[in-house]
């Protein structure tokens, strides 16, 4: 993969930077989603507007991928990307580079009709393809190094407090 020193500048910048300030790096992104018809929402964040739907399976229409397949996207794209600013930081060239996720699930938690089955995946799989000339435990060292720094491994991998705040407005029906 081309344009590593850039990156690796980038990235050095940014790390220094927080060294020295880390409230630089620190604050609160915010996403907005809005419910639109057909069991579908169109979710907001700054300039970007990604649109999530349900199948027809579900009583939906179908006008997007649904949000399981955003959430193994942002996964599997974390550690792609993730692998490939180590790879410029650590100096291991990459010629190719793949990511695959692998959900595992069980519908009747989703659907409510067997109390025993989680709701959520029952396990999960990445499997990372890569092509370098790079001595194989460089790239071993490469994957450890950015699964250790990868903020959505470690988000799917361990429980992230959660809180939720209701504000509910009478409608004019």
């Known amino acids: 993969m081309e344009g590593a020193a850039p990156v690796r500048e980038a990235l050095e910048r940014a790390a220094k930077a927080v060294s020295l300030r ?3 790096g620190q604050g609160t992104a915010v996403t907005k989603v809005r419910l639109l018809p057909g069991l579908a ?6 300039p970007w507007r ?22 193994r996207t942002a996964l599997g794209s974390c550690l792609a990307i993730g692998y490939a600013m180590w790879a410029a930081r650590l100096g291991v060239p990459l010629d190719a ?12 938690g989703e659907l409510g009709v067997a109390d025993e089955v989680r709701p959520g995946y029952l396990r999960m799989r990445y499997v ?6 790079a001595p194989e435990a460089d790239v071993l060292r ?12 470690d988000d799917f991998a361990n429980p992230v407090p959660l809180e939720r ?9």
């Open 22 to 24: 880390p409230a630089v």
């Open 41 to 46: 929402a169109e979710a907001v964040e700054g």
């Open 50 to 71: 990604l649109t999530v739907g349900m199948t027809e399976t579900y009583g939906g229409s179908s006008a997007a991928p649904n949000p399981g397949v955003y959430g």
């Open 97 to 108: 580079l793949e990511v695959e996720i692998q959900a595992d699930y069980d519908v009747r």
């Open 128 to 133: 990372v393809r890569i092509e370098s000339p």
């Open 142 to 153: 490469l994957l450890d190094t950015a699964e250790r720094y990868s903020s959505y491994l």
């Open 165 to 173: 705040e209701v504000h509910i407005t009478a409608s004019a029906r």
